[in-house]
């Protein structure tokens, strides 16, 4: 398996709480990837990076900002939660083509 | 712009018989392919990818992928599925220039009956 973390794995919260979902991988991977999964399948890009201090929206508008200040790390931080944030949230990086995925964030907010 | 389509919400078979999921594709240039599933809390697992060259490509646990360039399609196959196959799966496309993230159909779900 592939040395991508992400915690937590399982998270709910009430309306307005700030939260960070984190992602870490020690592959040194340059690109380092946001998926939101909807509940029934289907997964939509709403973040990336190429590298450190390089992020760019995807192709779902999501609410949420991403950083990229370390090579490994790719934290994704809602400001305010709300019911329509609930969702799983895979991070996933890669070197070249193959992308790595992590297990995933299950975010219920109340 | 890039999509992927996979028509079938689920495909069910008997365990023993060969397995088909389709993928289609719709990217301007030439494609990156790629297939992945997912287990129940589970993060998606990379099965292959097609970059060029033969267009039969062979992946993990047996599977293995048919390119064909006419028809846009990329649909995943199996001789011989077994009940342990059953899992969600998901095509994916990517250009060979521009943007490195992929672009993910809608999953298929495949039950593999005993």
């Known amino acids: 398996e592939a040395d991508i973390y992400q915690t937590p794995r399982y998270l709910v919260i009430g309306t307005g709480k700030k939260i960070t979902l984190e992602c870490s991988q020690t592959m040194g991977h340059d690109k380092m990837y946001w998926y939101q999964q909807d509940p029934g399948m289907e997964l939509h890009l709403i973040h990336y990076?190429?590298?450190?201090?390089?992020?760019e929206k995807g192709d779902l508008s999501s609410e949420s900002t991403v950083s990229r200040i370390r090579t490994e790390h790719f934290p994704l931080t809602l400001e305010s939660a709300r019911p329509s944030h609930t969702s799983q949230y895979l991070c996933?990086?890669?070197?070249?083509?193959?992308?790595?995925f992590g297990p995933g964030t299950r975010l219920t907010v109340l | 712009a890039q999509s992927v389509a996979q028509p079938e919400d689920q495909v069910n078979v008997a365990e023993g018989n060969p397995l088909t999921v389709k993928c289609t594709y719709s990217?301007?240039?030439?494609?990156?392919l790629f297939w992945y599933v997912q287990y129940p809390n589970r993060g998606l697992q990379f099965l292959l990818k097609y970059i060029t060259g033969d267009n039969l490509v062979k992946g993990s646990y047996g599977f293995e992928a048919e390119f064909n360039k006419s028809q846009t399609s990329f649909h995943l196959k199996k001789p011989s599925a077994l009940v342990s196959d059953s899992a969600l799966y998901f095509c994916?496309?990517?250009?060979?220039?521009?943007?490195?993230?992929?672009?993910f159909g809608s999953g298929t779900r495949l039950q593999v009956q005993p």
């Open positions: 994916a496309v990517r250009r060979h220039t521009g943007r490195r993230a992929l672009t």
């Open positions: 990076s190429y590298g450190v201090n390089s992020t």
């Open positions: 990217v301007s240039g030439n494609p990156y």
């Open positions: 996933a990086s890669s070197l070249e083509l193959e992308q790595f």
